[in-house]
């Protein structure tokens, strides 16, 4: 078994430093009701079996909790005084500098969380342990002097989530959509060199991959873009290349007929075609931002964004070679075909793509074909999004989504002053989400100790504490200039603002929008109800809770003209750090927090055995009372040869739910070749990744895709998550 070190490296644990402890303790007591040297053995064999029950490895203060905890119930309060009174001593020394023995951990390496902190960020590179150092400060100047001390304990304790505290210390904001259309069409600025509108195709391509980067290095969320802003630039080199043709023809002195020309033409197109989208899929792959990781960037594939019948075919044209050769996959330093995790593909499912008789059904055939190998792309339903949101538009990072465009009705104009502002026409892209924070919903039900009155006391008092914190972000916005990140507010990524000029106008009225996040809604319902969910019986609590933090969210936006909306967070190390906090807070409870992980917003339980079709059925009315940012998945076998099964998937969430995703495998072993899925094994307590075939264990030799919030991750998780991935059952 392992231990967590207070500057988060692991270390082997050691059942003789307990009783050391314990025993230093007993010798500052009186003799006469000092322990036996048996029954501190005793105690610390008590410590040691609480911590096995746990699944996973424990933290120094969990142990010392339990350490408290086992010399009370032996009733040495003597003892446990003074134990408590010299961890109180040490406390307040460590107190004196929060950061340097954590970023020492980081620079040598030895930062078991740090390590899996992130499923896309190697901790090794230097680019990663420099954000990583900087992260360490901004999150104590954070804790100490920008939030309040109730928000930082909240935070701490686990009973909320302050995202990305380690980058709250600058103006920076969380996710947005580029618009892409904008700076193509009427050029931007890029380190102070002027990018005028493109010739081409592939240069279009090229230049989109160096704002992405530019953008994903001036915030830390996900970033979007739409492959219909590409497309005109597709008859751009169209045009180009036939004149190259007819001088080349004129040149030889021949005279071809214009069919042969035009095949000609087409050809050289789709060739620039195939390397444009090769530029993106290599140059996001390989791009390393300055926060130490490939950007976080969603491609979105919706015909319907084309501005007329020639340019559906150009973008339809674009949509098929972004899906072919992400079936491909790209190459491991082995040579080996295998699952890229960025960029994330989005493919909206329309009426001119959903039947067989439809004109672009070969691209849904593609993109199953994609899904049952790549696990991209992931699926909007245009139908349900116009139902349920008035428009169709893509998610700014995994999940988060915009609020529906309320500005332009309004009649405020165009307050991002941007190039390709139509009016009367809603917006979209250049909009923006300002931050999140999560309220953790088995708290909740576990403070209230399952009383119904107790429970909506106590979640309207965290809630409360969440809009608190949110304003916390949003004022850290207010009086941010344009000029702290002119590729976002000056050069049109989100807004053309002056230089100097403050990007307030944008943080109301619905331009950018706000997270109130959640967590848990499984454990929570099980908890108060004694039931699942999806029991009938518990299911109507359920919804009131979501339909809850709804109505506190309009209240909010409607005192104060910000976009409050609910997210369903995609959550990857916090699902981790949520259990352990509720194990420390209220023990192991069957059933809740007996896992090293929690659900992931409204999910049905990974191991509750449920078919894909009443999952996604089921899933869909609690995507409505997401409207900030809901996903739900499937968790499938290889499909690859079961193609149509992935197509009455596909058709299933297009009449049903907004977005959806299928979650398969696709690993590889570089020291056998093994093609098949890595498993999870137990070894000493912990969950290993192991090779079936050869039994090799590491993870610099093994290339490993899972989705575990939206993303799919390719470097590895912590405990909890790799036990939540080790716990799933399929659907199909």
């Known amino acids: 078994m392992k231990i967590i070190k207070r500057n988060g490296s692991e270390a082997v644990f050691n059942i003789e430093k307990i009783v050391t402890a314990i025993t230093k303790a007993n010798e500052t007591v009186d003799k006469s009701i000092q322990m036996t040297p048996m029954q501190i053995q005793r105690i610390s064999e008590n410590v040691v079996l609480s911590c096995e029950q746990l699944g996973r490895s424990p933290s120094v203060e969990e142990v010392q909790d339990m350490v408290e905890k086992h010399i009370m119930a032996h009733g040495a309060y003597e003892v446990a005084k003074s134990y408590i009174t010299y961890r109180y001593t040490r406390a307040l020394v460590r107190q004196s500098n929060t950061t340097d023995d954590k970023i020492l951990s980081l620079i040598e390496c030895n930062n078991e969380e740090a390590k899996q902190e992130n499923s896309n960020k190697n901790p090794v590179v230097n680019s990663t342990q420099r954000d990583y150092m900087a992260g360490e400060v901004s999150r104590d100047i954070t804790n100490r002097i920008l939030l309040p001390k109730d928000i930082v304990d909240a935070h701490n304790e686990g009973i909320i989530h302050f995202h990305d505290s380690d980058y709250f210390a600058q103006h920076m904001h969380n996710c947005d959509l580029i618009n892409l259309e904008d700076m193509l069409q009427n050029g931007t600025v890029i380190t102070g060199t002027l990018i005028e509108r493109p010739h081409s195709f592939s240069t279009a391509c090229n230049i989109a991959t160096q704002i992405i980067a530019q953008v994903a290095s001036n915030q830390y969320g996900g970033q979007s873009i739409s492959l219909a802003h590409l497309a005109p630039f597709v008859d751009v080199s169209r045009k180009k290349i036939r004149r190259q043709v007819e001088e080349e023809m004129k040149e030889l002195g021949a005279a071809p007929d214009e069919e042969k020309i035009s095949r000609v033409v087409e050809e050289r197109l789709r060739e620039e075609v195939r390397r444009g989208v090769q530029t993106i899929q290599y140059q996001v792959v390989t791009l390393l931002t300055t926060n130490g990781q490939a950007p976080f960037v969603t491609v979105f594939m919706y015909l319907g964004e084309a501005k007329n019948e020639q340019e559906k075919k150009d973008l339809a044209l674009i949509i098929e070679e972004t899906l072919l050769q992400r079936y491909q996959g790209v190459k491991n330093e082995k040579g080996v075909w295998v699952t890229p995790a960025f960029p994330k593909l989005i493919y909206a499912l329309e009426e001119e793509t959903i039947t067989p008789d439809a004109p672009y059904y070969y691209l849904t055939e593609l993109a199953a074909k994609c899904t049952a190998r790549r696990m991209v792309p992931d699926y909007i339903s245009a139908k349900k999004m116009i139902e349920l949101k008035g428009d169709v538009y893509p998610c700014m990072g995994c999940r988060s989504f915009l609020t529906p465009d309320r500005f332009t009705d309004a009649g405020i104009g165009n307050i991002a002053n941007a190039g390709n502002y139509e ?72 807004a053309r603002l002056e230089k100097g000029e403050p990007i307030d106008k944008l943080l109301f009225n619905g331009y950018s929008t706000i997270s109130l996040g959640y967590a848990g809604l499984y454990e929570c319902v099980k908890y108060m109800t004694g039931k699942s969910h999806t029991d009938p019986e518990a299911t109507p609590f359920a919804l009131q809770v979501m339909q809850h933090m709804n109505d506190k969210c309009n209240q909010w936006k409607k005192e104060e003209n910000i976009d409050y909306s609910i997210y369903g967070t995609p959550l990857e190390s916090t699902t981790y750090k949520f259990a352990k906090c509720l194990q420390k807070r209220f023990g192991v409870i069957p059933g809740i927090t007996d896992k090293g992980y929690i659900t992931n917003s409204y999910h049905v339980h990974v191991t509750e055995k449920i078919d894909a079709f009443t999952k996604l059925a089921f899933e869909s009315q609690f995507q409505k009372l997401s409207p900030g940012g809901a996903i739900s998945y499937v968790e499938v076998p290889d499909m690859q040869s079961n193609l149509e099964a992935v197509m009455q998937v596909i058709r299933f969430i297009y009449d049903n739910i907004i977005y959806a995703e299928l979650n ?58 790799t036990q939540e991935i080790k716990d799933r059952v399929l659907h199909l």
């Open 423 to 494: 009016p009367g026409k809603h917006r979209y892209y250049g909009r923006f989400n300002q931050g999140v924070v999560t309220i953790n919903l088995p708290d909740v039900a576990l403070s209230s100790g399952g009383n119904m009155s107790s429970f909506w006391e106590i979640f309207d008092e965290r809630l409360e504490l969440c809009h608190r914190a949110l304003q916390y972000r949003h004022n850290r916005l207010k009086g941010t200039l344009s000029d702290s990140a002119p590729i976002l507010w000056q050069y049109g990524a989100c």
């Open 664 to 721: 398969t495998k696709s690993d590889y072993c570089q020291k056998c070749g093994w093609d098949g899925e890595i498993e999870i094994r137990e070894e000493d307590g912990k969950l290993v990744w192991t090779c079936p075939q050869c039994g090799n264990r590491d993870q610099d030799t093994m290339n490993v895709a899972r989705r575990t919030c939206g993303y799919i991750g390719t470097q590895y998780w912590n405990q909890g998550r």
